[in-house]
């Protein structure tokens, strides 16, 4: 069973700061997402990938496949950034459905 | 165009007693997942289904049944809820395995 490991499980930044959020896993994966739960509880999808660098206006998600790690960057960041932010990766060859972190609760404070 | 639609949003159960969370999708998805979210723990996989006619069991299934009644509807059902299943329960869909999910808003059950 494939361990994801999230870091750091809480952060509180000021706004404008660049937030580093870093994900690892333990076994080798075919693909790697990171999502979004907001305070209200929906969750939504901000990336999928399984090698090199995604970017998606302020959002930028790297993956390491060697070294089995990921990382995802929010620049000039802002209040409505405050979320928690999961990471959830599909094992290569395991069955259908995700392995999820725990997530990182992040607070950008005004 | 609605994505994933849950229902209910809010459910109080006592112990023993049963109920369906029902789940549809519109974007025409063929795979279709059920997750519990538990504090200070990752979604967890209850059941999914990777196409029309099939479902598989994933991580945590004991206690559950699911139906997948057609490529746009996945129900959970509750035999005879347990507090242990005191939970957040989320639908996803995605267009394939290995394609991005789509997550229904949640059900916030409480079973005492």
């Known amino acids: 069973k494939n361990e994801v490991e999230q870091s750091p499980q809480n952060l509180t930044a000021q706004e404008g700061e660049f937030i580093t959020i870093n994900c690892s896993y333990s076994v080798g994966i075919s693909a790697l997402h990171w999502l979004q739960q907001h305070p209200g509880g929906g969750i939504v999808s901000l990336f999928m990938?399984?090698?090199g660098k995604k970017k998606h206006g302020r959002l930028i998600a790297t993956i390491n496949i060697q070294e089995k790690h990921s990382s995802l960057h929010i620049t000039a960041s802002h209040p409505r950034d405050s979320a928690v932010y999961i990471c959830a990766v599909r094992s290569r060859g395991g069955a259908d459905g995700l392995t999820f972190g725990k997530g990182t609760h992040l607070i950008i404070q005004p | 165009n609605a994505g994933v639609t849950q229902t209910p949003k809010f459910q109080v159960l006592k112990t023993g007693q049963s109920m369906t969370l029902q789940c549809a999708q519109d974007?025409?998805?063929?795979?279709m997942y059920w997750y519990r979210q538990d504090p200070g723990m990752g979604l967890r996989l209850i059941y999914y289904?990777?196409?029309?006619?099939?479902?598989d069991k994933g991580e945590v299934p004991n206690g559950y049944n699911v139906s997948r009644l057609n490529k746009r509807e996945f129900s959970l059902r509750l035999e005879s809820a347990a507090p242990s299943q005191t939970s957040v329960y989320f639908c996803a869909s995605s267009e394939a395995g290995n394609s991005p999910l789509h997550f229904g808003n949640g059900t916030r059950l409480t079973v005492t």
């Open positions: 990938l399984s090698s």
């Open positions: 974007m025409n998805h063929n795979s």
């Open positions: 289904s990777a196409s029309e006619g099939t479902t």
